[in-house]
Structure formats: C-alpha cells, structure tokens
C-alpha cells in the first residue's frame, strides 16, 4: 500500500501557508501584503500572530524618520545616508522590544534576501536599486539597534530617537560614502556611476563611519 504521509504533510503545510497568508491579510493592508517579497511572506507564515504589530512599528520607524527631514544635526538622506541608517536602527530597536530581538534579526535578514531578488529583477527598493553595500549597511545598523535595545530594552520611543541621533553624529552607525552632490563614492574618494547604469550586485561603494562628512564637489 502507498505511503500517504508525505502528501499529507504538503497538504498540511500548504494549508497553514495560506491560513497565515489569510490572517495576515486580514490584519494588514492588502497592498502592504502583496509588497512583501518572498523570504518576507515566509517569515509571516512562522510569525502570523506578530504580523500586525510588527507591521505597526515598521510604519512607525518610517513616519518617526520623516519627522528628521529637516532635523539641521542630520544630513537628511534616506538613501544610504544618516536617516537611512537612522530607520533600520530605530525599526530594528523597536521590534526587539516588542517582538523579540531573535525574531527582529530574522525579519531583517528576510527583507535583505528580498532586496536582492528584487534587484535581480530590477526592482527599485524605496526609489533605489540595492545592492552589495547597502545590504552590508543595513544589516550593520540593523545589529547596532537590536544590540541597543538589548541593552536597555525600556527605552521610550523619544529616549530612542535621540540616542540613535547622537550614536549616528558620534560615527557608530554606518553610511555610504558621498561626495556634497549625493554621489556616491568609493573609499578613495572617487566618483562611481550611478548603479542605475551600473548594473551589478557587488558594489564599489565605501561603507563609512555615520559622522563622515560628504566630500566636497570639485
């Protein structure tokens, strides 16, 4: 007689799949859902119950990010500058407070793989194409805001903010390297295409400590 069990068990694990993928959508916004890549949906499926709350603080990291647009102490770039090494640390800081730390770092992780099928794809991440050195930055800051909140994981939302502020401004975070126009640069000072002509994974652009001064435009 045939082994059944193998076929049941996929029978079971796709119907969890889409019980999760349901409860999920169900907690969230639709089009929040369908923009989530894959390895980010499979982290949903283990962590369906955690699914809304993580959802809420990741909007709150971005909303308390546009709130430093104009903050003069910052340099106002969401992309590969202070405020973005600003929201990864924040969002990943918060998460670990509410959702634990391991499951944090998980979901971190699972963003970044989904950032690199998307570049695969050539899809824009937050108006940029990512790659090799964005993903190092991110996983960078990201380790630096669960280590602060493990640290000390009562932190109110705006003891938060100002140390991740000061933290950037002492150089513990990381940036990319630009020069005073938004370019990017490598780690000789040297001006690199833009990776929208450029099209590859692994990047020339230098990782910098987050109080580095862009270089002056010649």
């Known amino acids: 007689m045939q082994d059944m069990r193998f076929p049941n068990r996929i029978l079971l694990l796709m119907g969890i799949f889409f019980s999760c993928v349901e409860l999920f959508a169900q907690k969230t916004p639709s089009k929040m859902f369908c923009k989530l890549s894959g390895p980010e949906k499979i982290w949903v499926v283990f962590h369906p119950f955690i699914a809304k709350k993580t959802w809420k603080i990741t909007e709150q990291a971005r909303m308390e990010t546009k709130s430093l647009l104009l903050d003069p102490r910052l340099d106002g770039d969401e992309d590969g500058g202070q405020l973005d090494a600003f929201r990864h640390a924040f969002c990943m800081a918060s998460l670990s407070q509410n959702i634990c730390w391991r499951k944090a770092l998980k979901l971190g992780i699972a963003h970044e793989k989904g950032n690199y099928r998307k570049f695969k794809k050539y899809l824009l991440e937050d108006n940029s194409l990512a790659d090799s050195m964005a993903t190092v930055m991110d996983l960078f800051n990201n380790a630096f805001g669960i280590e602060l909140s493990r640290n000390k994981p009562n932190f109110a939302s705006d003891s938060l903010r100002e140390t991740l502020i000061l933290s950037i401004l002492k150089g513990d975070l990381r940036i990319i390297w630009k020069n005073e126009d938004g370019n990017s640069l490598n780690c ?17 652009r230098c990782l910098v400590p987050s109080d580095r001064k862009r270089k002056p435009t010649d």
């Open 188 to 204: 000789e000072g040297d001006l690199l295409k833009d990776n929208k002509e450029q099209i590859i994974w692994k990047s020339d």
